[in-house]
Structures are given as structure tokens and as C-alpha cells.
């Protein structure tokens, strides 16, 4: 069920511009790609994005027959903010999205930021999520060490949204400056290492990544702060209870997200099997969005 952009302008909704409407009242943006007859996977983006990041996935998902589902979080996009929110309540809002939709069974792959989220998923919605994927995925805060390795930006800005989510404000209010009025230093921000510089060498992927930022931020900085602190709060649910398959994706270079947190994660989840990326950054797992799907398809 599509419901016209009320509560974010007159207009009707393109293709990417489409809000679901939840139990509580609260709307969910979402966007579309692949197969739109195909099966179905939710795709969760990092911090900060949105559901334009989903377009990554476009041509591998069309190609296998996915339906790829790419949703808003709460204060980022199209989405309503959710204050208070937690991080297990992540699942109900798909789980009744899917519901919207008419699906019953469903993958889950989140990036970056948004692998807390898939990880969630496939803890809490058991019977609903087939497999899940997390590419470059942050793992639990209150595991000591695993944040090694990341860059200086990154451990400030941990640093400051276990304090409070306001305090991190300034700084991705930079980020979004940046993306609307200084693209080209933008992209120099979002590479960190000389392997994420190389991906994004190719203009149409640095593009959809300046796209992504600027959605992210369509009503302000508020959003992403929130979830800054929150992935700084314990996840509140055990790694070690999940029984879905689970698929890792990794870097060995990666200074976001450090191949540390790949490795918890993979050592900790039942049965988990990781790819870890010889030389690979943090923007390693997009240029592998065929195998990721091939993963997660469903059995014939």
C-alpha cells in the first residue's frame, strides 16, 4: 500500500519516493529496485543515508530476480522520526511493512550503520527472516577493542554520541553542507582509505553516494544524531540465540567499520560464514552486490 507524500509535499511519488504507513501512525519511505515480481530483500542503509543507496543493488537484482525493498529509518528521508526509539524496535517497523506489502518471508542486508538493524531482524523476526546480510556492519559497542583501527573522524564521533546525541550534530551538520555545496570535498570525506577512493573513482557510484547523503538529511541532522548515540547503547538482544543463515561481508582494510568487528560478529553469530576482502575498504561489499544476492536467494 503507496500512499500519496501528504506530510512531504503535494505531489505524487516517483518510483523512489514512496511512504508506507504504520500501525502507529508514523510513515516509512521506501523505495524499490530489481524485480518487482522477484523475492523479496529489505536493505538497510548506514549512517547517515537513505533508501536511494537501495539503487546499488539495482542491476545484480534484476539480473537474479530480486525484489529489493530499500526503507527510510526513522528521521532520515521520507520517515517520520521515532523518538526514544530502540534499537529491537527496528524489527516490528519491517515486520509491518512487510506486512503493507504483502510479504511474508523475506532477507535482510544491511551496510555499515544499518547492519545492527539486519542483525536485529534476524534475532527477533525469526520465522519471517530467510537469511540476512551485513556488509561492513558495526558490531555491539560494549565489546572492548574492536573499534582498533578506525579513523580519527570515526572514533570522535563515537566519542561524542555516547554523550549525547546532540553533540554530534555539528559534525554531520558538516556533512551535510558538504554534500550540498562542496560535492567534490564530500567525496574526499567519504574515502577514507585508497581502496574506497578507487570505488569511488567511478562518478555514477560517487553520485548515488552524494544523493544518498543529501536524502539522509532532507529534514535535518536530528535523525542521525539519534542513531549515532544509539548504536553506542548496548543491542539488547544475544548474538548467539540467532538461528537464520547469516552472511558477513568485510574489508581487511576497512577504517570505518574495522575487519575486528567483522570477525566478532562472524566468531559470535551462530553458524555465520564470512568474506572477508583482501585489501577491500569500507566500500568493498558494493561492488560484490551479486554475490551478496546470490546468497540470499531462496531455494528453487
Known amino acids: 500500500m503507496t500512499f500519496p507524500l501528504s506530510r512531504h509535499g503535494a505531489r505524487p511519488p516517483r518510483a523512489d519516493e514512496r511512504v508506507l504507513e504504520l500501525p502507529d501512525g508514523r510513515l516509512i519511505g521506501y523505495a524499490e529496485f530489481g524485480d518487482q515480481a522477484g523475492w523479496p530483500v529489505f536493505f538497510f542503509h548506514g549512517l547517515p543515508g537513505s533508501r536511494l543507496s537501495g539503487r546499488l543493488t539495482d542491476t545484480d537484482a534484476n539480473a537474479l530476480g530480486a525484489r529489493v525493498i530499500a526503507l ?34 523475506f532477507a535482510v542486508a544491511g551496510i555499515s550503520g544499518g547492519g545492527p538493524y539486519a542483525v536485529a531482524c534476524a534475532a527477533l523476526l525469526p520465522t519471517r527472516v530467510r537469511a540476512a546480510a551485513i556488509i561492513s556492519g558495526v558490531a555491539p559497542p560494549d565489546v572492548p577493542g574492536l573499534a582498533a583501527g578506525s579513523s580519527a573522524q570515526n572514533r570522535l564521533l563515537s566519542s561524542l554520541a555516547r554523550r549525547s546525541p546532540w553533540l554530534v550534530r555539528p559534525m554531520l551538520g558538516l556533512i551535510s553542507l558538504m554534500a550540498r555545496r562542496a560535492p567534490g570535498l564530500s567525496r574526499r570525506q567519504m574515502a577514507k582509505s585508497g581502496p574506497d577512493r578507487e570505488t569511488l573513482a567511478d562518478p555514477a557510484l560517487a553520485n548515488l553516494f552524494l544523493a544518498d547523503v543529501r536524502e539522509a538529511f532532507r529534514h535535518g541532522s536530528s535523525g542521525a544524531a539519534y542513531e549515532a548515540w544509539l548504536l553506542t547503547r548496548p543491542w539488547g538482544f544475544d548474538l548467539a540465540s540467532i538461528t537464520v543463515p547469516v552472511f558477513i561481508w568485510q574489508g581487511e582494510a576497512d577504517v570505518n567499520v574495522p575487519p575486528a568487528m567483522g570477525r566478532y560478529l562472524a566468531a559470535t553469530i551462530p553458524g555465520a560464514h564470512a568474506t572477508f576482502i583482501p585489501g577491500g575498504g569500507h566500500l568493498a561489499g558494493v561492488t560484490r552486490t551479486r554475490e551478496i544476492l546470490e546468497q540470499l536467494r531462496p531455494p528453487d
Open 72 to 105: 527510510d529509518r526513522p528521521g532520515y528521508g521520507l520517515s517520520d522520526d521515532h523518538p526514544r526509539r530502540r534499537l529491537i524496535d527496528w524489527p516490528a517497523d519491517v515486520a509491518n511493512c512487510a506486512d503493507r506489502l504483502g510479504i511474508k518471508q
